[in-house]
């Protein structure tokens, strides 16, 4: 049995003499197979009668002019809370925010500072008001890793869904914020299903020369009993016609001019009768559904040339540290950005339109410029949000009177994110830690769910794989453990360090594991990762 690494760490001791190659198992000689779809049990989302105050204006298309600023049908909006103690309903010293059962709690106990309602906070948000310039004084307990994706998922369905008309080619990828209604009878009209002859009444049947019936022609006369045509596949059925039989089950007499079936002939055989798939007016994909390929299909046969669908959710990416090199090696005490080249096409992979990332150092005052003027839907910050001399998240988001709904995550790696609301309808912002596996555990615990909301997709349905072998816990948080499958089982991957990116390299899944770890052949949750997920198909992953 490997024993894993302390939480957050990178492996203990001296480097091996030869180390594991890349995304290295601990069992590197288990075979791979994929994973059954089926695995996945369906469980209900967040609730749906959950509504914020002052959530009532729709946000800006990037792509599109607005249909409507309503939400879709079933589409509740949810509130977000501040950070809780435990995710515990009701949790003393929890502030309630307005709307989600179970979060209303006393005020800030003494001694708290930086969590208490202020002039110009919405109702039952909390104001960054206490904080020194290097952040908070003091912070609540972290919010436990279920509720803050809750929290987030929330406060994306909190806004009400623009919605655009988008030509058939450009949709892909989009949520359908108005049903699929067949426009036709699918198919339109009597068609053959095989290449053959169509005949009329019992054979042996007189054969009329000539071309046949072909696909794309129109309407042909009646068959009269007794008599045959050819036919190609998709071609109109004439009226009156018994069946159609496939060119390999029939025999021409070419000397008599008569056609034999060699195996009985059933009334209807390889006919599509009108109106088989759909008739007009049927429902074909409802409200939410993420248009795939398929998709497109199946709407272009129905008699679209558009189709009306939620505008993706519009990301701006802001890059701080003064330590961040763009290209070359990194040199004196400067280190590469992992961040930027990799959260871009992430967050594509999940459906948004993401700017080209702005990096802005450790400047307080660019970052403060850079938020109150983005007119995204969310606002990716990378480092900057713990309390050392030159994380300026907190201290920005207070000046600009930012609505603070997640202060920390029990989650190793990535503790040290946040989730907020910017005033006056402002994007949502989600702070991720500078680490880049902590980057990305703070991706999928608070962005993604989020974007999940924002888009009007459905709730994703967790799954469980059993664990190849032990997997240890920290022993109060929640630990995401970078796992490939194997052989219907999950192997944890070494290098899973909040600094390092060589396992989730190697990665197509992260384990959720629980305070305390899990025991070999213990069922734990998976996230999957957007390039290996059975989850609704986004266009082109990297595209």
């Known amino acids: 049995m490997r024993m894993e690494p302390s939480p957050g760490t990178a492996p203990p001791g001296p480097a091996p003499t030869t180390p594991a190659p890349s995304g290295a198992v601990a069992n590197p000689g288990a075979a791979a197979s994929p994973r059954p779809s089926d695995s996945r049990p369906s469980a209900p989302g967040p609730s749906d009668d959950l509504r914020p105050s002052g959530a009532t204006t729709s946000r800006p298309s990037a792509s599109g002019s607005a249909v409507s600023g309503t939400a879709m049908p079933g589409r509740a909006a949810h509130g977000a809370e501040a950070p809780g103690t435990s995710g515990t309903a009701g949790a003393p010293g929890t502030p309630g925010l307005a709307g989600i059962p179970g979060t209303a709690g006393p005020a800030d106990p003494p001694g708290s500072v930086g969590r208490s309602s202020a002039a110009g906070s919405s109702p039952g948000g909390s104001s960054l008001t206490g904080s020194s310039p290097a952040g908070p004084a003091h912070r609540t307990p972290a919010t436990a890793w279920a509720r803050a994706r809750t929290l987030a998922e929330a406060l994306g369905r909190s806004a009400p869904l623009a919605a655009h008309r988008l030509p058939l080619n450009r949709a892909l990828g989009h949520v359908l914020a108005e049903a699929v209604v067949a426009l036709t009878d699918l198919p339109s009209f009597d068609t053959s299903a095989m290449d053959g002859w169509v005949v009329a009444g019992p054979g042996p049947w007189v054969v009329e020369q000539g071309e046949g019936l072909l696909a794309g022609r129109g309407a042909v006369e009646p068959l009269p009993d007794g008599e045959a045509l050819r036919i190609a596949t998709g071609a109109r059925i004439p009226a009156d016609a018994t069946a159609v039989i496939r060119s390999e089950h029939a025999h021409f007499d070419e000397a008599r001019g008569l ?85 871009g096409p992430w967050l594509h992979a999940l459906g948004a339109e993401v700017s080209e990332p702005r990096r802005l150092g450790d400047d307080a005052e660019a ?52 989730l907020a609301r910017l005033p006056a309808n402002g994007p949502c912002l989600v702070g991720l830690p500078g680490n880049p596996l902590a980057a990305v555990s703070g991706l999928l615990t608070l962005a993604e769910p989020l974007l999940r909301g924002l888009a009007g997709r459905s709730p994703q349905s967790p799954y469980s794989a059993p664990a190849h072998e032990e997997v240890h816990g920290h022993p109060h948080d929640t630990r995401l453990v970078p796992v490939v499958h194997r052989d219907d089982k999950v192997v944890p991957l070494h290098y899973n360090g909040p600094a390092m990116l060589r396992g989730i390299a190697a990665a197509d899944g992260l384990a959720v594991v629980p305070p305390g770890g899990v025991r070999s052949g213990t069922e734990v949750e998976i996230l999957d990762l957007p390039w290996a997920s059975a989850t609704p198909w986004t266009e082109g992953c990297f595209t």
Request: proline fraction near 9%; charged fraction near 20%.
């Open 259 to 343: 056609l034999h079936a060699t195996r009985d002939v059933v009334p209807g055989q390889d006919i599509r009768p009108r109106g088989q798939e759909c008739r007009s007016g049927d429902e074909l994909l409802p409200v939410g559904t993420v248009v795939t390929p398929p998709v497109q299909g199946l709407a272009a046969a129905a008699g679209y040339d558009a189709l009306v669908v939620v505008p993706r959710p519009c990301v701006d990416i802001f890059v701080l540290g003064d330590e961040l090199l763009t290209s070359g090696l990194p040199r004196e005490g400067l280190i590469r950005d992992a961040l930027g080249p990799m959260l």
């Open 367 to 418: 970052l403060h410029d850079a938020l109150v003027t983005s007119h995204a839907d969310l606002v990716l910050t990378t480092g900057g949000t713990a309390a050392g001399p030159v994380d300026h998240v907190h201290p920005v988001l207070e000046r600009i009177g930012a609505e603070l709904l997640v202060d920390g995550v029990a989650v190793r790696p990535g503790h040290p994110m946040l």
